[in-house]
Structure formats: structure tokens, C-alpha cells
């Protein structure tokens, strides 16, 4: 009973003052043994739908992307759930295959990691992001960071003047500024990441190209990153990792159709790790179609 009334706690303040969305909160599990860890990061967690909720704003005071919790809870109605549904808060992942110091952008995800070492250890730090809508996705490539500018002004993109030519062509710092408090730079021209003045956005593709975050999360980031830090725009739709001796994938819808992994692959890449385990190839074919978006156990 304490233990369901501490939980219950901890869910009503996470829904009732949402001044942050990075994860994990914990200290113990944003410490990662190494640099390339292959289990876990954080833990699911479960939510009673109240009266005259949707999931986009679940998602907002929860913290994490619409995407997410839309495909981890497919059944259900986004935008009107009914009341008493049980969502799951997807805050458990696996990490991205490949995973570097500095920040990597799973355009899949929708989510940036940022992975720094301090003394002999590494941590990692998540942050749900909004991304570029079709026909304005975010170059993949290896890029740098080259500005932290607080307070930016807005340059209207020429195509977006061309569609509403009496609009300003710049837009002051303000509430009316779509890049938020902070645009950090990369050396692609043209494309950053930063803040945003609509946070329903993130979790979702309506950017023009680029990388979207709440208002706390990029301050959170901005004082976190230097000057000419790595950064690596990537797609992995499908992911693979271990929790002590079990086999797991996470899988997310790949809307730009590059065909994810197969069966076959996936069970190759997890054989190669994991010589002689038994894998439920069924399993894996069927979370390959449904991409719930969180870590699935896929041995026997």
C-alpha cells in the first residue's frame, strides 16, 4: 500500500508540474557501466486516464514524445481516450546502436541523447524532440556544434515568406519566436536545434527541418554542450540490446520507408551477441509490424 501511495505521488507530481522532460531523473540509471551499454535505460511506468484527456497532453506533463506514447499504447484513442484507461508511460528504451560522447539524434525515436564522460564513468541524458515535417527532415550525417546563441532572433525561411509574403521577415526574441530561449547551431547551414513556443509539437514531425525541444529541456542542454561537440543525426527504426541474459528489440515506425531490419537481421545481429540463445522469431516478426516503441523481451 505505501508503495502504490508513493508512486502515486510521484505520478501526480510529475503531471501536475512539468518543468522538465529529460530522462532519466535518476542518477543511479543515467550512470551507464560503459559507453556502449546495451540494456535498459529507465523503467515503464503506468497512468489512469482522468476525465477530458488526451494523450498529446499525457504526453506533454508526462515528458516524453506523443509519438512514444501513442506507440506504446496503439489501442488507445488519442484524442479521446476514455476516462480510466491504463496507458503505459514509455520511459524505458534501449539505447541507439553505435551511441558516441556528445549528441546523437534518433530521427526514428524522437528523441536526442546526449552522452558525456565524467572521470571513469559515463552518463546519459534523453530529451524527447519534435522533428521536420514531409518534405523537411533533418539531413543524416555526422555534423558539430558551432553556436549557443541565447535569445536568438528568428530569420523567416524564404520559402515559408513565399507562402505569406506580408508576415516579418525576422521575428524579435518573445513568445512569438519559434526557435525558443536557445538555438544551438550545427555546422549543416541552415539547421540547429532549439527551444520551441508550440511544446505540442514535440513528438511530432512539424518543424522544417529542425530539431524541436520543451522550453526546460533545451536550457537543460544549452548548459550542458560545447562548442564543436559531435553531433550525429542517425535513423534506427529498430533497435537491439540485452537485460542480463534476455534478448530484447524496441522498434519504431519508420516513416521515411527505409525498411527498418528483417527477421532475418535482427536475429543475426542478436546471435552474433548472444550465440545459443533460443529467440522467438514469431515474437520479433510481430513486433516488427506493430513497433510499440519499447524494449520487448524476444529469447526464451
Known amino acids: ?3 502504490s501511495l508513493v508512486l502515486l505521488t510521484l505520478l501526480l ?11 532519466p531523473r535518476l542518477e ?4 551507464l557501466p560503459h559507453d556502449n551499454y546495451r540494456g535498459v535505460v529507465g523503467e ?3 497512468y489512469l486516464v482522468g476525465i477530458g484527456e488526451s494523450l498529446i497532453e499525457i504526453a506533454r506533463r508526462g515528458g516524453f514524445s506523443y509519438q512514444g506514447l501513442v506507440q506504446a499504447n496503439p489501442d488507445v484513442s488519442p484524442w479521446t481516450p476514455e476516462p480510466g484507461t491504463q ?12 551511441l558516441q560522447p556528445g549528441i546523437t539524434v534518433n530521427l526514428a525515436e524522437y528523441r536526442l541523447f546526449l552522452l558525456w564522460q565524467q572521470g571513469d564513468d559515463y552518463f546519459i541524458r534523453i530529451y524527447p524532440i519534435g522533428l521536420g515535417q514531409e518534405g523537411w527532415e533533418s539531413p543524416l550525417g555526422d555534423y558539430q556544434l558551432r553556436s549557443i546563441i541565447e535569445n536568438p532572433s528568428w530569420t523567416r525561411p524564404l520559402a515559408l515568406r513565399q507562402e505569406n509574403p506580408e508576415a516579418p521577415v525576422i521575428v ?15 555546422s549543416l547551414p541552415g539547421y540547429g536545434i532549439h527551444g520551441t ?8 514531425r512539424v518543424s522544417h527541418g529542425c530539431i524541436r525541444l520543451y522550453a526546460a529541456d533545451i536550457e537543460d542542454l544549452a548548459g550542458r554542450v560545447t562548442i564543436g561537440m559531435p553531433v550525429r543525426l542517425i535513423y534506427q527504426p529498430v533497435k537491439i ?4 541474459t534476455r534478448a530484447l528489440i524496441e522498434v519504431h515506425q519508420d516513416y521515411l520507408g527505409k525498411g527498418g531490419l528483417s527477421v532475418a537481421q535482427v536475429v543475426a545481429k542478436l546471435q552474433a551477441e548472444g550465440p545459443g540463445k533460443r529467440l522467438n522469431r514469431k515474437l520479433i516478426e510481430e513486433e516488427l509490424a506493430a513497433a510499440h516503441g519499447i524494449p520487448l523481451r524476444v529469447s526464451e
Request: aromatic share 14%; no cysteine.
Open 1 to 3: 500500500m505505501l508503495k
Open 13 to 23: 507530481s510529475v503531471f501536475t508540474t512539468p518543468t522538465w522532460a529529460w530522462s
Open 28 to 31: 543511479s540509471q543515467a550512470r
Open 44 to 46: 515503464n511506468r503506468v
Open 87 to 98: 496507458l503505459t508511460l514509455p520511459y524505458a528504451l534501449l539505447l541507439p546502436e553505435g
Open 172 to 186: 524579435p526574441p518573445g513568445e512569438e519566436n519559434p526557435l525558443g530561449r536557445y538555438w544551438l547551431g550545427l
Open 197 to 204: 513556443n508550440h511544446p505540442f509539437g514535440i513528438g511530432r
Open 241 to 244: 540490446g540485452w537485460q542480463d
